[in-house]
């Protein structure tokens, strides 16, 4: 027990690393959504660009939300900072959530500061501008998909900046008429081959399939009596929790350990809903004993 402690310290640090990078590596499933959404042109090469971009300085991008007077809309970054290389593609997500009992759409502008590196922000994908349904009492989990142009380092102005914030504001649509509905970001069929990608950055640190390492081996969890791996030296809460996980129990575990299970001693949260999706769809493909 006091060894998984010094651990789990341990790991924190390299934990908010490792859900940046997992995120980040997520984009390829959510972008691929996204030109089967939207059609977008053109933007292969952006992102073949950001991938391939030089490597160099590090900048810090912090999210900023706000939303319309009279838009009864919650709307808030679900990480407030990333740190990350100038070139680097990264994913974030927004949440936004219709506190209303009827569907709205609204649209949302953002903008940069400091504004002389607006030029350098590079959206790959996003939510802005176009109209945007959501449905009452929804809440969804949209992504921002973008890199910082490594020219920034290049331009004079800007080589005393290190944090740039990213700000959006939703406003309330005039024109709702035909506005997709932001369900699709959630909507996707759930990816074994993103949530096995997922699964090693994310969970590899302390989980391996067949294996205990800091946590339980996992092939075949899915079905498994919660807690029953022999010779782990499991939590009380864990062990005793007297319950086989499916597929909503590993999903509220995934999202929140000590909500789920008080005492439990798993420190992770995974709070993307579509992150829990693919990692628990590709845990489902995997059998203990192979
Ligand atoms: C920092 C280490 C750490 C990370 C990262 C981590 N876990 Fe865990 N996990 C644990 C520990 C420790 C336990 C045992 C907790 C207890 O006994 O209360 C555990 C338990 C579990 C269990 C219960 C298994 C059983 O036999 O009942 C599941 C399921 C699980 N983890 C899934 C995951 C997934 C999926 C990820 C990645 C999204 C992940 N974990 C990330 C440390 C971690």
């Not at 042109?41 to 950001?50: D, I, S």
């Not at 970001?185 to 969970?203: I, T």
């Not at 299970?261 to 992150?275: D, F, H, N, R, Y």
Request: proline content about 7%.
């Amino acid at each position: 027990m006091k060894r998984l402690r010094n651990y789990a310290t341990l790991l924190a640090l390299s934990l908010l690393l490792g859900v940046m990078v997992g995120i980040t590596s997520y984009s390829v499933t959510l972008y691929r959504l996204f030109c089967q959404v939207t059609g977008a042109n053109g933007t292969t090469q952006r992102v073949a660009a950001a991938v391939s971009a030089q490597l160099g300085r590090d900048v810090t991008v912090l999210f900023d939300t706000n939303v319309a007077p009279g838009l009864p809309w919650r709307f808030a970054p679900v990480q407030r900072s990333i740190k990350l290389r100038l070139g680097q593609d990264a994913l974030v997500f927004f949440e936004a959530e219709n506190l209303s009992n009827h569907d709205i759409t609204g649209h949302a502008a953002f903008n940069v500061t400091p504004e002389k590196v607006g030029i350098y922000f590079k959206k790959i994908q996003c939510f802005c501008f176009t109209e945007e349904k959501l449905a009452a009492g929804a809440k969804v989990q949209m992504p921002v998909d973008f890199y910082v142009d490594p020219a920034l380092a290049l331009d004079p102005s800007t080589s005393d900046v290190h944090e740039i914030t990213l700000s959006y504001t939703f406003f309330e649509s005039k024109k709702p008429q035909g506005a997709p509905d932001l369900a699709r970001f959630a909507a996707g069929p759930p990816d074994a081959a993103a949530g096995a990608r997922l699964f090693a950055e994310n969970c590899g640190a302390c989980h391996a399939l067949d294996r205990a390492k800091i946590g339980p081996p996992l092939a075949g969890v899915v079905g498994r009596r919660a807690g029953s791996v022999p010779l782990y030296p499991y939590s009380m809460a864990l062990k005793f929790a007297g319950f086989n996980w499916d597929e909503a129990r590993l999903d509220r575990w995934l999202a929140d350990p000590q909500a789920e299970l008080p005492g439990a001693q798993m420190p992770m949260k995974t709070p993307v809903a579509q992150a829990r999706r693919d990692i628990i769809a590709y845990l489902k493909t995997t059998r203990a004993g192979s």
